[in-house]
């Protein structure tokens, strides 16, 4: 479009003048006449001003479609921009809803693990991680007033995470299995092998008191023994990811990985034995 106006600026003196010499002939064209010379002349005429009319009309054609494929752009732009704003605004929807799912999922996950008929069970969302160097614990959001006392064991989707080491109304601390504080008593499920399961601050546990002659294999799956009277029997500890023998001693060093990923565990549950009265401490 803009070639075609720059063209006409530069040619407009001929163009004016070619005009001029059109309108002339269709002056001369118009005039009624019974001259067989003139009629002759205007018959000529007339075979020569039709086609310049259609070449003419070419560029003034060419302006138009132009014309109007502009203003088509102009509104596919327009209702691109208006889209870009609705995305905009449903983007955060978007995520809140995807936020939902994951929870949905993690929660049907979490309900998943049968702990059996003694106990009864509290939803809990972990507010807060104060893990460091020195302890690996976390806060929930369920206190006293939902029936959490010291020792209630802690659960994930996928195992184990610790028990209840501080309780508040409406909070609480979790001792995790990966805190140096933590012991727990466990057994591996296919060998029947006891131990104590020990945190160290760090992403593996050690199983303790484990006989160099004990049948212990990679991979084999360790649960809670349910001595100790505080876990029940058969919560999922974690794997056996290593094993080596301790020198000269009576036992060997067993590596085990736990089960939960504490790095993006949200929301936890609490077992409360069934026959206790809420807000026991």
Same mark, same amino acid.
């Given at each position: ?49 039709? /086609? ?62 049968? &702990? ?10 972990? &507010?807060?991680?104060? %893990? ?52 727990? /008593? ?6 029947? &092998? ?7 601050? %760090? %992403? ?39 094993? %080596? /023998? ?6 060997? +060093?067993?590596?085990?990985?736990? +089960? ?16 206790? /009265? +809420?807000?026991?401490?």
């Amino acid at each position: 479009m803009l070639a075609l106006l720059a063209i006409l600026k530069q040619y407009r003196n001929s163009i004016i003048s070619f005009l001029l010499l059109l309108t002339a002939l269709f002056l001369m064209l118009s005039v009624r006449t019974d001259a067989i010379g003139f009629r002759m002349v205007q018959e000529v005429m007339l075979d020569v001003l039709v /086609p310049l009319q259609k070449l003419l009309a070419i560029p003034v054609r060419m302006g138009q479609t132009w014309e109007r494929r502009l203003q088509e752009w102009r509104a596919i732009d327009e209702e691109n921009q208006k889209l870009r704003k609705e995305m905009a605004k449903l983007r955060p929807q978007q995520v809140y809803i995807e936020e939902l799912l994951q929870e949905n999922r993690r929660l049907r996950a979490l309900l998943r693990m049968n &702990v059996g008929p003694l106990y009864r069970e509290v939803a809990a969302r972990v &507010v807060g991680d104060s %893990s460091s160097a020195f302890a690996r614990v976390l806060a929930i959001d369920a206190g006293k007033r939902d029936g959490v006392h010291n020792h209630t064991p802690v659960v994930g989707f996928s195992g184990l995470v610790g028990r209840v080491v501080r309780v508040g109304e409406r909070s609480a601390l979790v001792l995790t299995l990966q805190d140096i504080n933590s012991r727990i /008593p466990v057994v591996t499920q296919r060998s029947r &092998v006891r131990g104590i399961a020990t945190g160290h601050n %760090s %992403s593996h546990l050690v199983l303790e008191f484990v006989p160099k002659d004990a049948d212990i294999t990679i991979d084999d799956l360790v649960v809670t023994s349910g001595t100790g009277g505080v876990f029940p029997k058969g919560l999922i500890v974690g794997r056996v990811t290593s094993i %080596s /023998p301790q020198g000269d001693g009576l036992f060997q +060093a067993i590596h085990v990985m736990p +089960a939960v990923d504490f790095s993006r565990i949200e929301e936890v549950r609490l077992l409360l034995v069934s026959s206790e /009265p +809420a807000g026991a401490t």
